[in-house]
Antibody
Framework: QLQMQESGPGLVKPSETLSLTCTVS??????????WGWIRQPPGKGLEWIGS???????YYNPSLESRVTISVDTFKNQFSLKLNSVTAADTAVYYC???????????WGHGTLVTVSS | SYVLTQPPSVSVAPGETARITCEGN??????VHWYQQKPGQAPVLVIY???DRPSGIPERFSGSKSGNTAPLTISRAEAGDEADYYC???????????FGGGTKLTVL
């Protein structure tokens, strides 16, 4: 059964870089036709797609975050990672990783990790 | 950018049918998916490709499209269906996934 697990610091200072990793277990991240995505949810608010990556490294991002986001993949470790630079308090959120299917649905999701931006 | 609009809240009596709408311009040309999120938990896919159910999702959950609306229908509502529900589509013109604002379903 495919499982996703986010990991990374829970506290990041303003203006610094948020870095998270998603470890995929139960299937290969190199499986054709799947992308791997990051989605976030500020406390008490809705879901926002951040971006997605293919096992080849090809990636695409939410235009509103594109200037600050990099998503990369490590097929050997079966992981993909998120970097968001120049963070502010508005980037405080629960960050989820998820598999993105061919119809652009997301399933399954990781449990999520809360990242707080504060000095 | 593309916008999906959902009502903030919907209430339904136990055993009755709940209908949660998702509206968007020309939504008929888009593929819509639905997620259920219970408090403190990650979202769970309940409908994909407009009307398909993943394994393990009860038949009480159904999706459809009509005009500029893509409703999620929950038949014979149960207390365990209380959750936030989000619709999602892909906007090919901007190359991004778009989520609706979410609807809080209350079963009372």
């Amino acid at each position: 059964q495919l499982q996703m697990q986010e990991s990374g610091p829970g506290l990041v200072k303003p203006s610094e870089t948020l870095s998270l990793t998603c470890t995929v277990s139960g299937d290969s991240i190199s499986r054709i036709s799947y992308y791997w995505g990051w989605i976030r949810q500020p406390p008490g608010k809705g879901l926002e797609w951040i971006g997605s990556v293919y096992y080849s490294g090809s990636s695409y991002y939410n235009p509103s975050l594109e200037s600050r986001v990099t998503i990369s993949v490590d097929t050997f470790k079966n992981q993909f990672s998120l970097k968001l630079n120049s963070v502010t308090a508005a980037d405080t959120a629960v960050y989820y990783c998820a598999r993105q299917g061919s119809g652009n649905w997301f399933d399954p999701w990781g449990h999520g990790t809360l990242v707080t931006v504060s000095s | 950018s593309y916008v999906l609009t959902q009502p903030p809240s919907v209430s339904v009596a136990p055993g009755e049918t709940a209908r949660i709408t998702c509206e968007g311009n020309n939504i008929g040309s888009k593929i819509v998916h639905w997620y259920q999120q219970k408090p403190g938990q990650a979202p769970v896919l309940v409908i994909y490709y407009n009307s398909d159910r993943p394994s393990g999702i009860p038949e009480r959950f159904s999706g459809s499209k009509s005009g500029n609306t893509a409703p999620l229908t929950i038949s014979r509502a149960e207390a365990g269906d209380e959750a936030d529900y989000y619709c999602q589509a892909w906007d090919s013109s901007s190359g991004q996934a778009v989520f609706g604002g979410g609807t809080k379903l209350t079963v009372l």
